[in-house]
Every structure is written in structure tokens, then in C-alpha cells.
């Protein structure tokens, strides 16, 4: 029997959205702390969100190229779970923190050669989240990739983002089978503010493609 895909609700700005998402039945949420982003929380923002989640709800940490002062900053307030590196980190970087963690990856401009070599050179990540963005973007674009080129011999976790919402996401699991997926922009309202029909619409949407 196949493990059942996991679902991440990224770029969470209100306590309120995460108790929701928690809810709704989201296995992790994710907060933005990349000032570029219209989902970016403060770490004063990012502890009262966590107030909300309850036991087993997995907290990740977004970052982008971010200032060391930063992250040891956000490590030492919010209780982060797992840290995410969406820019050009190499593996050093991303290691230095003895946290684990999960590396993005802009499949904009990857063969699946070169994803082949950077799941290798990534190999104590925890997963490879895979984004529609190319080399150097940020993601969060809304945009969907060609599912078609993520190779298969993968022998790391795929986390499936870029574009994800209510109607596609099925056929997105079927195609890929990944171990999780990463909704921002396609369960929001506005951005950063997460809609609690359409959490509620992806999830169903998740557990039915695994039946």
C-alpha cells in the first residue's frame, strides 16, 4: 500500500490560518521570512502563529540567501521544526544550522540530469521541494511545470510546489508521487491570507487522489 502524500500550507500569515490549516487536516505549515515575499512574517508574527498549532503539525521555516544573524535569530525564537532553503544555499550552507532540512529547487531551468546531481549533492536533506521557478527566482508564482520531467530513480523525498490548487493537484499526485505537497498561493484569498473552503478543498482533494 502506498504512504499517503502529506500536505504543507506555505507562506501562512495569521494565527488564524494556521489553526485552520491545522484543522483541516495540513501535515505542516510554512512561514516566509524573506523580505522580498508578500507572505513575509516577522518572528514576532511567526511565534504567535505557532501558539496555534497543536502537537504533531510540522513547523517549517522558509529562507532565501538569508544573513546568517537571521536564521540563528528565527532558530532562536520560534519553534522551528524544520528549515527551508528556496535560494542558491549550497549543502554547507544549509548544514551549518544541525537542523534538518528541506532544499527548493527551480525546476524552471533543471534538466533531470541536473536534478539527478543535486538530489546527490543534497543527500542529507530531508526532501527536494520541487518549484516552477528557475534558477535564482523565489517561486510563489502561481505558475505549474512539466510534472513529466521529474525522473523517477529520485532516492530522496519529492515535495511537489509551483501552482498547486483545488483542481489540479490530483492529477499532479497521480503523475508524480510525491511524498508531500506545497500549496501557497492556490488556497488564498488574497495574498498571504489563506482561505479555510479552499484548505479544506485541497486536503480532500490530497486524500482522494491516494484512494
Same mark, same amino acid.
Given at each position: 500500500m502506498r504512504s499517503r502524500t502529506r500536505v504543507k500550507i506555505c507562506g501562512v500569515t495569521r494565527p488564524q490560518d494556521a489553526h485552520a490549516a491545522a +484543522?483541516? #487536516? +495540513? %501535515? @505542516?505549515?510554512g512561514l516566509v521570512f524573506y523580505q522580498g515575499s508578500r507572505r513575509c512574517v516577522e518572528i514576532e508574527q511567526a511565534v504567535e502563529i505557532c501558539r496555534q498549532l497543536p502537537a504533531f503539525v510540522t513547523t517549517v521555516a522558509l529562507f532565501l540567501d538569508a544573513d546568517k544573524a537571521l536564521i540563528n535569530a528565527v532558530l532562536d525564537q520560534v519553534p522551528v521544526d524544520l528549515l527551508q532553503f528556496h535560494g542558491s544555499e549550497e549543502p554547507a550552507d544549509c548544514e551549518r544550522y544541525s537542523r534538518p532540512y528541506i532544499k527548493a529547487l527551480g525546476m524552471g531551468s533543471l534538466s533531470q540530469q541536473d536534478l539527478i546531481e543535486q538530489s546527490e549533492a543534497f &543527500?542529507? @536533506?530531508k526532501g527536494l521541494l520541487l %518549484? /516552477?521557478?528557475t534558477h535564482g527566482g523565489v517561486g510563489g508564482s502561481g505558475e505549474v511545470f512539466d510534472w513529466s520531467s521529474v525522473p523517477k530513480r529520485l532516492k530522496m523525498p519529492v515535495i511537489l510546489a509551483g501552482g498547486l490548487t483545488v483542481g489540479n493537484v490530483? %492529477? @499532479?499526485i497521480r503523475s508524480v508521487r510525491p511524498w508531500a505537497v506545497d500549496? &501557497? /498561493? #492556490?488556497?488564498?484569498? %488574497?495574498? #498571504?491570507i489563506k482561505s479555510a473552503e479552499l484548505m479544506s478543498a485541497f486536503v480532500n482533494e490530497v486524500n482522494n487522489a491516494n484512494g
Open positions: +484543522a483541516l #487536516g +495540513a %501535515d @505542516a505549515i &543527500s542529507n @536533506a %518549484d /516552477s521557478h490530483a %492529477d @499532479a500549496v &501557497s /498561493s #492556490g488556497v488564498e484569498e %488574497d495574498k #498571504g
